[in-house]
């Protein structure tokens, strides 16, 4: 293992892709500590220590940004705006046709979709950003809470300021939208995985250390064993598909024979990969902003309804919570594998160059196929979504009331499956200059 390391390092182009990478993570990690224009840091300090976080789907945005976005940096929306806006260009590939055309177009239309997707990025960063701006002036950026600093978080709130904080949060988006296209062009692994996976570690020994210190050494041994668990169960469904055999007939063109190999159609267990949780986690929160606009006026009475959503549908720690995540985790597998995965296409470009189903017949019987394994396969991969969705949530709402950790199971989610991603990447360029991979 160590040899295959050091071989890493003596190839020399991979050296440099590596050091490229590392850069841009240094880079990035710095900017989320650098605060925007007329932020008052030391009262954000102050909250951060003596406030559990934010709450809701605030604490999502946090997670991946690195805790940038409760300092209020220029880093503070992190890649949520580029996230968003990747998963509604791929949703309105399904209702707007000119979006499916230039899917299929290759090349050419990948450009014109990214470029569509950098445009969406900038615009839902301008609307994240002046959210964020006019919820840290209200005070209201930590919650309810009777820290005085927490209510003077900016400096000036004077409509320029505030016009100036939007613009450079704005602006740090679209840095770290180019920064991940960097690494993409010229570091190792997919740019924007590689910014989410450091987010998510960066805040780890933080709340690890927290747990440590409040807690107690049993507990923290307790989150470190669910931790390990969980990451088993991520590693071994990651990897486990479904291997469709595939044989494609001979075909004589002049005197050369093509086709007949013999090759299959990986179904993977877990075909959504994250985005489900992010669906359910979003659409869950949006009883709490509803209810959070109608609180009552100081001395009034709270309205039931809005006692009964605070009570069930914005903790973490109720079981009615999570009977809704789960079931909307499921729900949501199902919608986003049917629109990413289209057996009709994949049985008629099979059809086109003479491949077949060993046992099933080209054409619709292939796609029904297709759509029956599909089916089938999807359901103990939804399953396994929520459980590792859930298990953080039910394990540490017992020992821990940081709302960060709601979204433990996601954090584990994502750092395994673009560890494993990244791995493998590595392991490719050596196998092409060494013929010996870093994995055996």
Same mark, same amino acid.
């Given at each position: 293992?160590?040899?295959?390391?050091?071989?890493?390092?003596?190839?020399?182009?991979?050296?440099?892709?590596?050091?490229?990478?590392?850069?841009?993570?240094?880079?990035?990690?710095?900017?989320?500590?650098?605060?925007?224009?007329?932020?008052?840091?030391?009262?954000?300090?102050?909250?951060?220590?003596?406030?559990?976080?934010?709450?809701?789907?605030?604490?999502?945005?946090?997670?991946?940004?690195?805790?940038?976005?409760?300092? %209020?940096?220029?880093?503070?929306?992190? =890649?949520?705006?580029?996230?968003? #806006?990747?998963? +509604? *260009?791929?949703?309105?590939? @399904? /209702?707007?046709?000119?979006?499916?055309?230039?899917?299929?177009?290759?090349?050419?239309?990948?450009?014109?979709?990214?470029?569509?997707?950098?445009?969406?990025?900038?615009?839902?960063?301008?609307?994240?950003?002046?959210?964020?701006?006019?919820?840290?002036?209200?005070?209201?950026?930590?919650?309810?809470?009777?820290?005085?600093?927490?209510?003077?978080?900016?400096?000036?709130?004077?409509?320029?300021?505030?016009?100036?904080?939007?613009?450079?949060?704005?602006?740090?988006?679209?840095?770290?939208?180019?920064?991940?296209?960097?690494?993409?062009?010229?570091?190792?692994?997919?740019?924007?995985?590689?910014?989410?996976?450091?987010?998510?570690?960066?805040?780890?020994?933080?709340?690890?250390?927290?747990? %440590?210190?409040?807690?107690?050494?049993? =507990?923290?041994?307790?989150?470190? #064993?669910?931790? +390990? *668990?969980?990451?088993?169960? @991520? /590693?071994?469904?990651?990897?486990?598909?479904?291997?469709?055999?595939?044989?494609?007939?001979?075909?004589?063109?002049?005197?050369?024979?093509?086709?007949?190999?013999?090759?299959?159609?990986?179904?993977?267990?877990?075909?959504?990969?994250?985005?489900?949780?992010?669906?359910?986690?979003?659409?869950?929160?949006?009883?709490?902003?509803?209810?959070?606009?109608?609180?009552?006026?100081?001395?009034?009475?709270?309205?039931?309804?809005?006692?009964?959503?605070?009570?069930?549908?914005?903790?973490?720690?109720?079981?009615?919570?999570?009977?809704?995540?789960?079931?909307?985790?499921?729900?949501?597998?199902?919608?986003?594998?049917?629109?990413?995965?289209?057996?009709?296409?994949?049985?008629?470009?099979?059809?086109?160059?003479?491949?077949?189903?060993?046992?099933?017949?080209?054409?619709?019987?292939?796609?029904?196929?297709?759509?029956?394994?599909?089916?089938?396969?999807?359901?103990?991969?939804?399953?396994?979504?929520?459980?590792?969705?859930?298990?953080?949530?039910?394990?540490?709402?017992?020992?821990?009331?940081?709302?960060?950790?709601?979204?433990?199971?996601?954090?584990?989610?994502?750092?395994?499956?673009?560890?494993?991603?990244?791995?493998?990447?590595?392991?490719?360029?050596?196998?092409?200059?060494?013929?010996?991979?870093?994995?055996?």
């Amino acid at each position: 293992m160590f040899s295959a390391i050091a071989r890493v390092f003596r190839t020399p182009d991979l050296r440099r892709k590596i050091a490229f990478t590392l850069g841009i993570i240094a880079i990035y990690r710095l900017g989320a500590h650098v605060p925007s224009p007329f932020v008052d840091f030391p009262n954000v300090q102050v909250c951060l220590a003596q406030t559990s976080g934010a709450e809701g789907l605030l604490s999502l945005v946090n997670l991946f940004s690195g805790g940038a976005l409760l300092q %209020l940096s220029i880093f503070a929306l992190g =890649v949520m705006p580029y996230i968003t #806006a990747t998963i +509604i *260009v791929q949703l309105l590939r @399904v /209702v707007i046709p000119h979006f499916e055309t230039l899917y299929k177009e290759g090349q050419a239309g990948q450009a014109r979709l990214t470029q569509y997707t950098r445009y969406l990025t900038i615009a839902l960063a301008l609307l994240q950003s002046t959210t964020l701006v006019t919820v840290a002036r209200s005070g209201q950026l930590f919650g309810s809470t009777g820290v005085p600093a927490c209510q003077n978080l900016l400096t000036n709130d004077a409509w320029w300021a505030q016009l100036l904080m939007i613009i450079t949060m704005t602006a740090g988006t679209g840095l770290i939208m180019w920064f991940a296209e960097l690494v993409t062009e010229r570091g190792v692994g997919n740019g924007m995985s590689i910014l989410i996976f450091t987010s998510i570690v960066a805040t780890f020994p933080v709340a690890m250390w927290t747990i %440590l210190q409040s807690r107690g050494f049993e =507990v923290f041994l307790l989150v470190l #064993a669910v931790t +390990i *668990v969980v990451v088993g169960l @991520v /590693v071994f469904v990651e990897q486990s598909q479904r291997r469709i055999p595939v044989q494609y007939a001979k075909r004589m063109i002049g005197r050369r024979t093509y086709g007949g190999t013999n090759t299959y159609i990986p179904i993977k267990v877990n075909m959504a990969g994250v985005v489900p949780v992010i669906f359910a986690s979003s659409l869950l929160y949006i009883p709490a902003l509803i209810a959070q606009f109608n609180q009552p006026a100081a001395g009034q009475p709270v309205p039931d309804w809005v006692a009964w959503i605070s009570n069930y549908l914005t903790r973490g720690d109720h079981p009615l919570y999570w009977l809704i995540y789960f079931l909307l985790i499921v729900g949501f597998t199902y919608f986003y594998v049917a629109i990413t995965f289209n057996p009709t296409e994949v049985a008629d470009n099979m059809k086109k160059y003479g491949g077949f189903i060993p046992g099933i017949r080209a054409g619709r019987p292939t796609a029904e196929y297709l759509d029956y394994v599909l089916t089938r396969i999807t359901l103990p991969g939804s399953i396994y979504l929520g459980l590792v969705a859930l298990l953080p949530l039910i394990a540490l709402s017992a020992v821990s009331a940081n709302q960060n950790f709601a979204f433990g199971g996601t954090s584990i989610l994502i750092m395994v499956g673009v560890g494993l991603e990244t791995v493998k990447q590595i392991d490719a360029q050596l196998q092409q200059r060494h013929y010996e991979g870093l994995l055996r």
